[in-house]
């Protein structure tokens, strides 16, 4: 009987024949505190969560265990009967403050009754009695990142719910690069500092367009003199740390994009076979009546400052050897930087998707193609936020919020075309005009500005900034309907 009472007394798992093994109990081993867009709970919300792990070759019953996020009340929120987790497998317990006890959403998922803290705090898991902590962080576990998620061994930066941790944790974040100088139009000379305030960490820099890491770009070591257009990004590095996300930031020196050259070291003298064109065309530039003036109509629209990887642009698969190559495929991740010429609005810088623009536009023999930019959650921000338009005095307001956004080199009455057909002179104003009346009026029509743009600091011309009329589109101004919006276009482009 003494022998019966023991085994009864003491939890064993039978692994074979001949072994008997004391099971093990069951971990914290992975936790969610600001959770935007990894697991949804059975209510279709991103909430917090807690994934709990059992280690054991069978399933363990967690019926009377605790969970809790207070020190002083050990018993704050009990699991519900015959809670299982299944040999070696996980479960997710998602964190939402519900006050009905033993809440369970549509697929049977458990919710707590208090919810968990980004900045950080106490959490623990406890046994049976109500007493015993089988795991706690304590005094509390450490700021938590949006999408991110941590246990004990450090932050995981590929969360991976119900689930085996995927990859090496990291032991923290390095902290953000500032830039002592902010982007912006630049007449005089200056020293550009770059600092972060990690301690130990490593700055590397670009200004090419490319990404920085340890394996490309330059070690930032001292200030970098900044006399002419250049575009800076930078990220800093540290070891067992994730490193900082690309900063990016554009100078524009009006005065240098004059003396822009034909051709340049790193620069292709063809685009898709034909010769490459890069200068501003010096019968303008040193004509007296326009001499005096072109420094002016630089600064008189706003800049939007394009870096890219020179091979994603120039080289065999990039987009300006290929401009007549299309979809997916053919889509470019850039940085985007709007640099407005007045006071009165607000710069940006964003990561995207760009690809060539058009139809006709894209034939090789027109030297200024069309873009087009994807704001996608794999670049970074799903969508652009910004006021990018101003708001007609009698038509529908402009929504702030963009998936797409043309870049239009104003083909069809461009300078580019007129020796081609359908217009002796350039006419810019034609499609944004009719849409400026249209809106006016009271309709429905695009909203659009004219801007200056650059790809890896050279001055690629006035460029037409405007909506993709399209499904999104229509959603943005109208709203979700019960029947999908129909986008026609002349073609699949």
């Known amino acids: 009987?003494?022998?019966?009472?023991?085994?009864?007394?003491?939890?064993?798992?039978?692994?074979?024949?001949?072994?008997?093994?004391?099971?093990?109990?069951?971990?914290?081993?992975?936790?969610?505190?600001?959770?935007?867009?990894i697991i949804q709970d059975g209510h279709g919300n991103y909430s917090d969560w807690i994934e709990i792990k059992n280690p054991n070759p069978i399933n363990f019953n967690l019926t009377g265990y605790f969970l809790t996020d207070d020190q002083s009340n050990l018993r704050k929120w009990i699991f519900p009967d015959q809670t299982i987790i299944g040999p070696n497998g996980y479960l997710i317990i998602f964190a939402t403050g519900q006050e009905e006890p033993n809440h369970t959403d549509p697929q049977g998922n458990p919710h707590t009754n208090f919810?968990?803290?980004?900045?950080?705090?106490?959490?623990?898991?406890?046994?049976p009695d109500g007493e015993e902590a089988i795991q706690q962080f304590s005094t509390h576990y450490p700021p938590i990142p949006k999408d991110i998620s941590y246990n004990k061994s450090g932050y995981f930066l590929e969360p991976s719910p119900g689930g085996p941790?995927?990859?090496?944790?990291?032991?923290g974040f390095v902290k953000d690069t500032k830039f002592s100088v902010d982007r912006g139009i630049y007449h005089e000379p200056f020293k550009l500092n770059i600092v972060s305030e990690t301690e130990g960490c490593s700055i590397y820099y670009t200004m090419d367009g490319s990404v920085p890491d340890p394996s490309n770009g330059k070690a930032f070591i001292e200030p970098v003199s900044i006399s002419s257009t250049a575009i800076v990004r930078a990220a800093a590095f540290k070891d067992d740390f994730a490193p900082t996300n690309i900063d990016t930031h554009s100078y524009i020196f009006p005065q240098s994009t004059l003396k822009q050259p034909n051709v340049g070291p790193g620069l292709p003298r063809s685009w898709a076979g034909k010769p490459a064109d890069y200068e501003m065309d010096p019968e303008i530039v040193n004509d007296p009546n326009y001499s005096d003036k072109i420094i002016t109509a630089l600064e008189a629209f706003?800049?939007?400052?394009?870096?890219?990887?020179?091979?994603?642009?120039?080289?065999?698969?990039?987009?300006?050897?290929?401009p007549k190559s299309q979809g997916d495929g053919w889509e470019r991740s850039v940085s985007v930087e709007f640099i407005?010429?007045?006071?009165?609005?607000?710069?940006?810088?964003?990561?995207?998707?760009?690809?060539?623009?058009?139809?006709?536009?894209?034939?090789?023999?027109?030297?200024?193609?069309?873009?087009?930019?994807?704001?996608?959650?794999?670049?970074?921000?799903?969508?652009?936020?910004?006021p990018l338009f101003k708001n007609s005095p009698y038509g529908i307001s402009a929504v702030e919020e963009f998936d797409y956004l043309q870049l239009r080199g104003g083909f069809n009455f461009g300078w580019t075309h007129r020796h081609y057909y359908q217009a002796k002179h350039a006419q810019y104003n034609r499609d944004q005009f009719a849409n400026d009346l249209f809106l006016d009026m009271g309709n429905i029509g695009v909203h659009g500005r004219w801007t200056h743009l650059?790809?890896?600091?050279?001055?690629?011309?006035?460029?037409?900034?405007?909506?993709?009329?399209?499904a999104d589109y229509m959603e943005a101004y109208f709203g979700t309907s019960s029947k999908p919006y129909d986008a026609i276009n002349s073609n699949s482009a």
């Open 165 to 171: 941790n995927k990859g090496e944790p990291v032991q």
């Open 340 to 386: 407005p010429n007045n006071e009165n609005e607000d710069e940006f810088q964003i990561d995207s998707g760009m690809r060539i623009q058009g139809g006709s536009s894209r034939n090789p023999d027109i030297p200024k193609h069309s873009f087009s930019l994807r704001f996608r959650k794999e670049y970074g921000n799903a969508k652009l936020r910004h």
């Open 302 to 322: 706003p800049s939007l400052s394009i870096a890219i990887k020179q091979e994603d642009f120039y080289g065999s698969k990039g987009l300006y050897q290929n």
């Open 115 to 127: 919810s968990l803290k980004s900045e950080g705090e106490y959490l623990a898991l406890i046994g």
């Open 454 to 470: 650059y790809i890896n600091g050279l001055y690629w011309g006035v460029y037409h900034i405007h909506e993709r009329p399209d």
């Open 1 to 37: 009987m003494q022998t019966i009472r023991f085994i009864l007394q003491v939890t064993i798992l039978l692994i074979s024949p001949f072994q008997l093994v004391k099971a093990e109990n069951v971990i914290i081993s992975e936790i969610m505190a600001d959770n935007e867009s």
